[in-house]
C-alpha cells in the first residue's frame, strides 16, 4: 500500500523543495517506486530542481480538471527510472485545484507507486492544506531559527486538524527534519541547538541536514543531492532519514564534509 | 568592534529558545488557537461562578505539549473579599493534568 507523505513547513525557502527531491531520490535508489508531485501552483520549482524544467507538458491542474491523462503528465526521471515528477501549473492560480479532483488524483498515485511525496508550498492557504490533506505522514522541514520554528509550530497545528486523518480521528505521523544546522555555530551559543527544537516542538526528530555548499551545488545543475553526490553530508543524512522512514534503527549524527587534519594531511583529493 | 564587545559577546540562542517557548505558550492557547481551551475556560468560569464571582481575566488556562502528553494548565485568581463560607485563601493554583493532544487550531 501505497504511503503519502507532505513535506511542509510553513514558512518559505527553508529547503521543502529541496528535501522533497532528496527523500524522493534517495528512496527511489533503495528501490521503491516513488512520485514527487508539485503542489506549489504558479511557483513550481520541483521540476528546476530535479532538473525536468524542460520536460514538462501537462501539469497537476490539467490531470484534476481532466485534460490530460495522469500518465501523460508524469514526468520519469532520467537518470532513476521508478522516480516521477507530477509538476505543478507555472501559469494558473491554486484555486484552479479543487478537493474532489485532487482525491482522484492521489487515489490514483496510490494504486501507482510505493511512495507519492508531495512538496507543499509556503504558507497555511489553501495549497498548503492541500498538500498536506491526503498524507498519511508529514516531514516537517524547520530552520534553527524563530520565525522557522513558530511557523513549523503552526503548520503542526493544522497537520493535527485540518488533514483527512485528523478529522477521522487518527494521529498524523510528524517527522521533524531540521535543515542548514551549523553544530560549531549551535555550540558556540549562536545558533538553536537540535534539543531546544526538538523540545519545543515536540515532534520526533528524521534527520539534521548540515549547511553545505552541495545542496546549491545540486540545485544549480538539477539533480537531487542524494544523486549529484551521495557521499557529501547533506546526502548521507538525507539516506538516512529514508532509511529511518522505512523503520531501520539509524543513529542520529549531524553528517559532516569536513575533513579532520590527518584526513587532509594523508587523502589527495577524494573524487 | 571594540574590545570590550569581543569580550562581552552573549549567546543569543538561549534568547532564542526562551523568546519561542514563551509566544507559542500563548499561541497555542491564543485565541486562534484551540476551540478545547475555549471550551474549557468557558465551563470551569460557569462551575466557579456558581460558588464564588471571579472577574473573567483573573481565570488563565494554558495547554502546554509536551512529547507524551499535554499539560493542562488552569491558575484562578480568587478575590479575596468575594469568597463564601471558608476563609479566603490567596491565589489558588490549580494544576490539572489532561492528556490531549496538541492544541488543534
Known amino acids: 500500500m501505497a504511503k503519502v507523505l507532505v513535506v511542509t513547513s510553513g514558512k518559505g525557502g527553508v529547503g521543502k523543495t529541496t528535501t522533497t527531491a532528496a527523500l524522493g531520490a534517495a528512496l527511489a535508489q533503495a528501490g521503491q517506486s516513488v512520485a514527487v508531485v508539485d503542489f506549489d501552483v504558479g511557483l513550481r520549482n520541483l521540476d528546476l530542481v530535479m532538473g525536468a524544467e524542460r520536460r514538462v507538458v501537462y501539469d497537476l491542474i490539467n490531470v484534476v480538471n481532466g485534460d490530460a491523462k495522469l500518465n501523460q503528465a508524469l514526468i520519469r526521471d532520467k537518470r532513476l527510472e521508478n522516480l516521477s515528477l507530477l509538476p505543478a501549473s507555472q501559469t494558473r492560480d491554486k484555486d484552479a ?105 515536540s515532534i520526533p526528530l528524521l534527520a539534521i541536514i548540515p549547511e553545505s555548499l552541495e545542496v546549491l551545488r545540486a540545485s544549480n545543475v538539477g539533480c537531487p543531492v542524494t544523486m549529484n553526490n551521495p557521499l557529501s553530508a547533506p546526502a548521507r543524512a538525507y539516506i538516512d532519514a529514508v532509511r529511518r522512514l522505512k523503520g531501520d534503527p539509524v543513529p542520529m549524527t549531524v553528517p559532516s564534509d569536513k575533513k579532520s587534519l590527518l584526513n587532509k594531511l594523508f587523502t589527495r583529493r577524494a573524487a | 568592534m571594540s574590545l570590550r564587545n569581543l569580550f562581552n559577546k552573549r549567546a543569543s540562542a538561549p534568547t532564542a529558545r526562551d523568546r519561542l517557548q514563551l509566544i507559542l505558550a500563548h499561541e497555542r492557547a491564543g485565541a486562534g488557537g484551540s476551540d478545547l481551551v475555549m471550551l474549557l475556560r468557558e465551563e470551569i468560569l460557569a462551575v466557579i461562578a456558581k460558588h464564588v464571582t471571579v472577574e473573567r481575566d483573573k481565570v488563565q488556562i494554558r495547554l502546554e505539549r509536551g512529547k507524551d502528553m499535554s499539560t493542562l494548565g488552569v491558575d484562578i485568581e480568587l478575590p479575596v473579599t468575594a469568597a463564601p463560607k471558608p476563609p479566603a485563601k490567596p491565589p489558588a493554583k490549580v494544576p490539572a493534568k489532561a492528556s490531549s493532544k496538541r492544541a488543534a487550531a
Open chain 1, 97 to 201: 485545484l479543487t478537493d474532489e479532483g485532487v482525491a482522484k488524483v492521489m487515489d490514483e498515485l496510490r494504486e501507482k507507486f510505493d511512495w507519492v511525496i508531495c512538496d507543499s508550498p509556503a504558507g497555511i492557504e489553501r495549497g498548503a492544506t492541500l498538500a498536506m490533506r491526503h498524507a498519511d505522514l508529514a516531514v516537517v522541514v524547520t530552520n534553527p531559527e524563530v520565525s522557522s520554528v513558530r511557523d513549523s509550530d503552526r503548520i503542526i497545528g493544522l497537520l493535527d486538524s485540518k488533514t483527512l486523518k485528523a478529522e477521522r480521528g487518527e494521529i498524523m505521523e510528524k517527522h521533524l527534519i531540521l535543515t542548514r544546522y551549523d553544530p560549531a555555530r549551535a555550540d558556540r551559543g549562536d545558533m538553536l541547538k537540535v534539543d531546544d527544537v526538538l523540545e519545543i516542538l
